[in-house]
């Protein structure tokens, strides 16, 4: 992507640093935050991004769970009325109940973009953070994104993940094929044609690459993608079944391999060639491996107990240990924060598949859903969210966000023939 460039960063605070802001959201015990995000002024040769970018940070607002985005029917100000922040009839939005408001202007010239945009403390009148920005105009929802992010930290203390990519396997009639979005839903592209099986996929490091399980030429193998050219890598090529791949690094992936009746965790590097088997074959189903943030330990799904449980081992494959010990003998699909603090899965419970989150020794279970069924989950880069596949807003499976505690369930996805297995991508550099 063709660099953003931020040209003032500019931060007032008049409430003190960004603790104290936290403190006054906790304090409010979860209240959401009414904010008003108008039409920018258009002072350019365009007016689309005067448009988009404030409509992109309400989606974005609204998903993190944090605000009350107020709906701009109910706006006393005209649309995209320009002149000076300072000047802001603060009244027109205190009578809609506005807490926060966003400003600016637009200006394109010749395919470039600059945008000034201001965040306003209604109740105090004063303009509490202010950036401008320029890039071309292809990157006026990415603007909308940084400064969204921005956004958020000033109201919580922490920055958002807005501008970040969630891929998935998508049906397409009887076949699955990878897929790329925005985490708002936005941008969808589709990334294979394989017209096959296409699933697993796990984003790389640097967000560039995925390793993803493939049937495309009959036999399940693993791919290795370039997200921006498509191109696709074949890693593996034997008969076995190798699938829920994650790198280890840049070099090296970690990977359930079955051979007969017997599936094993094995490392192998990005050639196929088979490093290291960490499960004995003691004729057990051993998938679904996910290393912590340190490299150190895995966690994986196993039967050797009887139905299938999730266990953490060394990444030697030394001291395995079950960590889900919840009211259910069907427990799959972990997922480990990338702050290594929570082990997100799946278990059987109220007459469906629900996820649920514990530390990664098990302890402090808690079950985040209970309504449909729930899949997949994977966890944003900050391990403040998860994305995760469900039928909770009725009909197919689409893809979904909610927050680490279970709050603020936003569909993401509107798919036709069902969405699956989502993987959340690294923040943007």
């Known amino acids: 992507m063709k660099k953003l460039i931020a040209l003032i960063s500019l931060v007032f605070v008049t409430a003190g640093p960004a603790s104290a802001q936290t403190d006054l959201y906790v304090r409010g015990a979860g209240r959401l935050i009414p904010i008003a995000l108008p039409q920018l002024c258009n002072q350019g040769e365009q007016g689309e991004p005067a448009v988009e970018i404030p409509g992109v940070m309400r989606r974005d607002l609204d ?69 401008e920005y320029q890039g071309e105009v292809a990157q006026a929802r990415m603007i909308a994104h940084r400064f969204a992010n921005d956004i958020l930290k000033y109201y919580t203390g922490f920055a958002g993940v807005f501008g970040t990519e969630i891929a998935f396997s998508g049906r397409i009639g009887r076949f699955k094929e990878l897929f790329v979005m925005d985490m708002d839903g936005s941008n969808l592209r589709q990334l294979t044609n394989d017209r096959g099986l296409s699933m697993s996929a796990s984003w790389d490091p640097s967000g560039s690459r995925l390793v993803y399980t493939s049937f495309r030429n009959r036999i399940p193998d693993l791919f290795i993608m370039n997200v921006g050219t498509k191109s696709a890598r074949q890693v593996s090529r034997t008969t076995e079944l190798e699938i829920g791949a994650h790198f280890l690094g840049n070099d090296r992936i970690i990977t359930s391999r079955t051979e007969g009746g017997d599936s094993d965790i094995v490392i192998m590097s990005t050639d196929g060639t088979i490093e290291r088997r960490l499960t004995p074959p003691n004729r057990a189903i051993d998938v679904s491996p996910v290393p912590s943030p340190d490299g150190r330990q895995v966690v994986f799904c196993s039967n050797r107990g009887g139905g299938p449980q999730i266990y953490v081992m060394g990444i030697d494959g030394s001291n395995p240990k079950r960590i889900s010990f919840v009211t259910s003998n069907y427990c799959t ?97």
């Open 63 to 131: 998903i993190s769970g944090y605000f009350e985005v107020l709906d701009p029917k109910g706006y006393i100000e005209t649309a995209g009325k320009c002149g000076a922040p300072e000047a802001t009839t603060f009244s027109d939005w205190s009578a809609i109940g506005s807490e926060g408001l966003v400003k600016g202007r637009v200006s394109v010239q010749g395919g470039r973009v600059v945008a000034q945009l201001y965040l306003l403390d209604v109740q105090k009148q004063q303009i509490v953070l202010a950036k």
């Open 333 to 429: 699909s972990p997922a480990w924060s990338p702050i290594g603090d929570k082990i997100a899965f799946v278990c059987r419970a109220d007459g469906n598949f629900q996820t649920f989150v514990s530390d990664p020794n098990g302890e402090n279970v808690l079950q985040l859903t209970s309504s449909g069924s729930n899949e997949d989950p994977d966890f944003s880069p900050d391990g403040r969210y998860l994305t995760f596949s469900s039928t909770y807003f009725g009909g197919g499976y689409n893809i979904a966000i909610m927050r680490t505690d279970g709050t603020s369930i936003k569909q993401v996805s509107k798919a036709r023939g069902g969405d699956f297995e989502p993987t959340w991508g690294p923040l943007p550099e």
